[in-house]
């Protein structure tokens, strides 16, 4: 029995699977107030933990991260959400607490491999996971296993640059794929598009919002959501190119935009890849549930 | 012993190499005259091989060809440079002719695999190999292996877009990376610019002749060898984001461009790879004969 944990910015999941059935034993979910912190979140899902093995005895943990960790040692470099994650080690503490290996990953690592051992991935031996949200970020399986990358920074396609003249991005450069097409930043050129012009900014605008708008008929809006499918298109395209998956799958909140938004995407990346190089993009089939398969898959990776 | 074979646009070498040491026990070059076609080629290297082996009998053949092939059937798909390649099994006629297996890959992946066993690649277990030449494309050692792609496509380095704004390239996408940074665009660039403002065109325009002129303080001349370095770097940091090699080994005319170009590769790459991911970027070792020596290479990975 595998304890699976998914330490999302504010929404925590903490599950207990059988390998071989197809759901859970026990799945809860919380979230976390205002203000919590590290130590907070730590505390949450360990008293959660505790309650659901009470009676099912485990014998692993697999742990997705929402932000970047030392995969082998099981430590947090940090979390752009929550304070007081720096260099906490999250894999030896809960080993500590309930006496099984554990094994941590960043949670675009873990849905990768989720997508791949229970989703819309079977099937494959090679896939590019891209999860397109608050941020954008990716993972590789290639022959059948995650790849890490020398550093264990690899799947950085939110920071692959598809228009060097582009706005800003967080990271410092100038039109990162993560600048384009991340729900925030669309929901934020918009609004500054509407300011510039003297229109009306109607209520609080989000990724979600932006998609609704645009279906809507609203023009500026969906100028925005075509240029962040298309800058994703692009990066897929190149990504393609480089590796040449069989199959990308694309999740996150951002990928519910609808058909619109689909099709730029894969216009984009049709366009960009070789004529030659096949090209199979579909949506994640695991939606939430995505990181806290990958927490089970991880365990699962680990005994290969 | 084993017979290793490098078939170029017009230059083929042929060569004996025995597992061990450091040289070659035979080595020869040729020139294919203009009109050659795919049957001159191959009966000129088969005469060449034929010679070379008499008296020293070998166990395998391993073939880099200078275009695209079907590394699994070893049937070759068609050459850029030479008329009548269009599905020759090459592989099958080089065994019917010497009585051993043989083995054929493109020459971007044998020129990739012969770095990393004999080259700039030595004691890492990723990496990228891009040569920068008439054209632009690369090979990726993944986990101690060459990396092909699901179809056996990846390495396209060249084709992956960065300026999506940009001058068109032969694939039919614009600002793809070997449009901006390959010797002959970069000539065909200042031709154009120095046609353009009515100034003079000294002479035969190359890829080296650009950077001959830059170095010598032609304006022109240095402002397109820098936006073709750039170009490079910016896809070679994007492909580091993606992928976190442990190393980037650059070869082809273009690199011998001078510190310039240099500068300004890694200057763009550092740029655009994310902060905390490594980036070693360094020259090719083997120079002319890297894909002879991967074709050496194409033979002993498939002992492994």
Request: proline share 5%.
């Amino acid at each position: 029995m595998i304890l699976a944990l998914d330490l999302g910015g504010t929404k925590h999941t903490v599950a207990v699977h059988q390998p071989g059935e197809a759901g859970w034993r026990a799945h809860e979910r919380v979230f976390s107030p205002p203000g919590a912190d590290a130590q907070y979140d730590l505390e949450t899902v360990v008293a959660l933990g505790r309650k659901l093995t009470k009676r099912q005895p485990i014998s692993a943990i697999g742990v997705s991260f929402g932000g970047p960790v030392d995969y082998i040692s099981g430590t947090v470099h940090l979390s752009h959400h929550v304070p007081g994650w720096e260099g906490i080690a999250l894999g030896s503490r809960l080993e500590d607490t309930f006496g099984v290996p554990a094994v941590v990953d960043k949670d675009t690592n873990a849905a990768a491999l989720g997508e791949y051992r229970f989703g819309a991935g079977r099937g494959t031996s090679s896939m590019l996971f891209v999860t397109i949200s608050t941020g954008v970020g990716g993972g590789w399986i290639l022959d059948g296993r995650l790849w890490r990358g020398a550093g264990r920074l690899a799947g950085e396609i939110g920071h692959t640059v598809v228009e060097p003249e582009g706005p800003m991005c967080l990271c410092g450069k100038r039109g990162c794929t993560e600048r384009l097409a991340s729900g925030p930043f669309m929901a934020e050129d918009l609004r500054a598009g509407l300011e510039a012009t003297g229109l009306d900014i109607p209520g609080p605008l989000t990724g979600q919002r932006v998609a609704e708008m645009a279906a809507g008929g609203h023009t500026m809006a969906r100028l925005i959501l075509e240029r962040g499918a298309r800058a994703l298109g692009i990066a897929v395209g190149n990504a393609v190119n480089l590796i040449n998956p069989e199959r990308v799958i694309l999740g996150g909140g951002v990928t519910k935009s609808g058909e619109l938004w689909w099709q730029e995407v894969r216009q984009a990346a049709r366009q960009t890849a070789l004529p030659q190089i096949g090209l199979e993009i579909v949506p994640a089939a695991l939606t939430d549930d995505a990181p806290l398969w990958g927490a089970v898959a991880l365990v699962l990776e680990k005994d290969d």
